[in-house]
């Protein structure tokens, strides 16, 4: 079976410092990775992917994220943090060696800069 | 183009009474999901359709829940007797058909249920 952790519910960080929003997966074979974003009253949009190749996957706005096959995590970051970063981050997984697997999501972290 | 499409984008129900959603994906997507997002919380997998393959119901948290699509095009989702445990905003996303299987999803805006 495959799962999603999101181990923190919120993230707290002040403008222009960087940000790390956790996530770690399982599955039985190798994963598919995904960043989603949900803006206040806006529907969720997808921000970067791992398929395979390139640990360092870059995504919109300026977030990348890093998959690290013996850790099991795929964190998203990105370097200097803006107000408008502030959202609902969702992590979500697949197997890649099933074709019929499903996309399972993480609860979610609540991303919060400051001024 | 058109994204993903759902109704109604409120509806307020009895406790007791049945209800349908509706989805409308992106047109030539293969893949329609559906899941459900309570208040504050995460993405509940509900279920999934993948062209003309068996659905994977695995994530319906009842017999009350059902869903059906017809081909490659709409999707309802159907929930009898519903209890105020239901209330929640239920997403449907869909994505196209892709070999390798990791097209992105693209979610609609979903529609919030709320039983009294």
């Known amino acids: 079976a495959q799962s999603v952790a999101q181990p923190e519910d919120q993230v707290n960080v002040a403008e222009g410092n960087p940000l790390t929003v956790k996530c770690t997966y399982s599955?039985?074979?190798?994963?598919?990775l995904f960043w989603y974003v949900q803006y206040p009253n806006r529907g969720l949009q997808f921000l970067l992917k791992?398929?395979?190749?390139?640990?360092l996957v870059k995504g919109s706005y300026g977030f990348e994220a890093e998959f690290n096959k013996s850790q099991t995590s795929f964190h998203l970051k990105k370097p200097s943090a803006l107000v408008s970063d502030s959202a609902l981050y969702f992590c979500?997984?697949?197997?890649?060696?099933?074709?019929?697997?499903?996309?399972?999501f993480g609860s979610g972290t609540r991303l919060s800069i400051r001024p | 183009g058109a994204g993903v499409s759902q109704s109604p984008s409120n509806k307020v129900t009895e406790k007791g009474k049945d209800v349908e959603l509706r989805c409308d994906p992106i047109s030539g997507h293969t893949a329609l999901y559906w899941y459900r997002q309570r208040l504050g919380q995460g993405l509940e997998f509900l279920i999934y359709f993948q062209g003309n393959s068996a659905p994977d119901k695995s994530g319906l948290p009842s017999d009350r829940f059902s869903a059906e699509r017809t081909g490659e095009s709409v999707s309802t989702l159907t929930i009898q007797r519903t209890q105020q445990e239901d209330s929640a905003v239920y997403l449907c996303?869909?994505?196209?058909?892709?070999?390798?299987?990791?097209?992105?999803?693209?979610f609609g805006n979903g529609t919030r249920l709320t039983v009294t």
């Open positions: 979500a997984v697949r197997d890649m060696d099933s074709s019929a697997s499903k996309i399972i």
């Open positions: 599955v039985s074979g190798n994963p598919y």
């Open positions: 996303a869909s994505s196209p058909r892709d070999s390798a299987y990791n097209s992105p999803l693209h």
């Open positions: 791992y398929i395979t190749g390139d640990n």
